[in-house]
C-alpha cells in the first residue's frame, strides 16, 4: 500500500511563468530606476516577492519605493500575463492528473499568493484538484525555509518523510529537503547544469518523463 503523498511548486513547475516574473519586475522596478536585468533575476528566483523586491531595494540603496506597493504591482502583472499567454508545462497537467487517479494525497506548496494561485489553477483547469493549496505568503518565512512545505504536511495529515515534493528551483528544492521530504527536481533547461541539483533525489529534463509505473517505484 503507497502511503506517500505528493506535494508541488507552482512557478516554473506546473505553468511557464517564471519568464512572466522577470518581465514583470524588471518593468516595474526600471520604472523605479533600479537598473534589474532578466539576466539578474536568477538570483531570487523561488522566493516570495516580498523577498525578491527587499532583495533588489537592499542591492541598489538610495530608491524610494513602498516596497509592499511594488510587489503589488509585480503581482499584478504576472497575473495578467498568466491570464492572457500562460501555459502549463510539459506534462504538468497530465501528472496531476495522474496523481489524483492513483488516489494520492495531493497539494500545492508555493511561494505565491493565493490570489496568483488562483489565477493560475483557473488557468490550467485544476481548481478543484488538489486536497490542500498552501501559500508562503502566510509563513513567516518564506522558501528555503521548510516553513511551506510542514504547513502542507501538518495539512494533509502525513508525515514529511512521507512526501515527495516536485520543484524547479534551487530555492524550492532546499525548502523541501529542509522538511525532510524526498524531492523529484524538474529544472529550467537554462539551470540543468547546476551542480546545486545534486541534492534532490532525481533530477528530470520534463515530468512528461514520469508515468505511473516510474512513480510508483519512486514513491513506495
Known amino acids: ?86 501555459e502549463p508545462q510539459p506534462g504538468a497537467v497530465e501528472i496531476v492528473q495522474l496523481c489524483q487517479q492513483m488516489h494520492l494525497p495531493l497539494a500545492l506548496a508555493t511561494s505565491s499568493s493565493m490570489r496568483l494561485i488562483e489565477a493560475v489553477l483557473n488557468k490550467l483547469g485544476l481548481q478543484d484538484t488538489f486536497d490542500v493549496v498552501s501559500s508562503a505568503q502566510t509563513e513567516e518565512f518564506g522558501k528555503p525555509h521548510p516553513a511551506v512545505y510542514l504547513t502542507t504536511a501538518h495539512r494533509l495529515g502525513v508525515q514529511p518523510k512521507k512526501c515527495v515534493a516536485f520543484e524547479d528551483s534551487i530555492t524550492g528544492i532546499i525548502s523541501a529537503k529542509a522538511a525532510s521530504m524526498r524531492c523529484i527536481a524538474v529544472p529550467a533547461p537554462a539551470e540543468r547544469e547546476d551542480p546545486r541539483f545534486a541534492i534532490a533525489d532525481v533530477k528530470l529534463d520534463s515530468l512528461e518523463q514520469i508515468n505511473e509505473s516510474w512513480l510508483k517505484e519512486f514513491i513506495s
Open 1 to 86: 500500500m503507497i502511503d506517500s503523498a505528493i506535494i508541488f511548486d507552482m512557478d516554473g513547475l506546473l505553468i511557464n511563468s517564471e519568464p512572466f516574473w522577470r518581465r514583470a519586475a524588471v518593468e516595474v522596478f526600471n520604472a523605479l530606476g533600479i537598473p534589474l536585468e532578466e539576466s539578474m533575476c536568477h538570483q531570487t528566483m523561488g522566493l516570495r516577492i516580498d523577498e525578491v523586491v527587499s532583495y533588489w531595494c537592499a542591492k541598489f540603496p538610495g530608491t524610494p519605493t513602498n516596497q509592499s506597493e511594488v510587489a503589488e504591482q509585480i503581482v499584478n502583472g504576472v497575473s495578467e500575463l498568466v491570464t492572457t499567454i500562460g
